[in-house]
């Protein structure tokens, strides 16, 4: 059982360069998130999903967009990468009312 | 969304008991109070969460106030494995917010020897 898995953990990337985050989970569960942790601070949610098919912002939805085409498959996509988005990137899934269960992070540096 | 306030930081001598405190004056009716803590930038780990009862577990306890107001989550004794961030989540309804986690600042837990 792997849980949440993330792809890639690790990427730089050039500032205007576009990338897709993965974010895989085998437990059927309905609702995923994704996160962003700048150095010293606590997560803040970028976007998530309740289902299937659906989208929904969080905090900071600015530069990002993201896809639920598959229940088990969450894609983070930065189409235009800047500098300000150098992160360590989570993905989250759950139930949505038992606990969440959280992938190990993608490492972006935009240079 | 339910802010929460925590302290900074807390030190603690191991194998006693750390009580990290949390008030979430503003939590709604329907609200849990969730924890997770996050070892060295490791993804969140999940601890514990409640409603108004007080909850055990095999990692803590969760003693929620009578008004809902605050809550103290237990570690009865303390390792230096559990020298970690803690978070003090509300978490959001999943009928009108998805079952959001919105993290604070934490408590940066150092247990010392």
């Known amino acids: 059982n792997a849980g949440v898995t993330q792809t890639p953990k690790f990427r730089v990337l050039k500032t205007g360069q576009s990338m897709t985050l993965l974010c895989a989970q085998d437990?059927?569960?309905?609702?995923m998130y994704w996160y962003r942790q700048d150095p010293g601070m606590g997560l803040r949610l970028i976007h998530y999903?309740?289902?299937?098919?659906?989208?929904a912002k969080g905090e900071v939805p600015d530069g990002y967009n993201v896809s639920r085409l598959k229940k088990q498959n969450f894609l983070l996509g930065l189409e235009s990468a800047a500098p300000s988005q150098t992160s360590v990137y989570f993905c989250?899934?759950?139930?949505?009312?038992?606990?969440?269960?959280f992938g190990q992070g993608t490492r972006l540096t935009v240079v | 969304d339910a802010k929460t306030t925590q302290p900074p930081s807390m030190d603690c001598a191991e194998g006693r008991a750390a009580n990290l405190p949390c008030n979430h004056s503003t939590i709604s009716g329907n609200e849990y109070v969730y924890w997770y803590r996050q070892i060295h930038s490791q993804g969140p780990q999940y601890i514990i969460h409640?409603?108004?009862n007080n909850e055990t577990n095999e990692m803590a306890s969760l003693i929620i106030t009578e008004d809902r107001k605050s809550s103290t989550l237990i570690l009865p004794h303390a390792t230096l494995r559990d020298t970690a961030v803690y978070y003090c989540?509300?978490?959001?309804?999943?009928?009108?917010?998805?079952?959001?986690?919105?993290f604070g600042q934490g408590t940066e837990l150092s247990v010392k020897p």
């Open positions: 437990m059927n569960h309905e609702y």
């Open positions: 989250a899934s759950g139930t949505g009312i038992t606990e969440a269960f």
């Open positions: 409640g409603l108004k």
């Open positions: 999903s309740v289902g299937e098919g659906t989208t």
């Open positions: 989540i509300v978490r959001g309804s999943i009928y009108n917010q998805g079952g959001k986690l919105i």
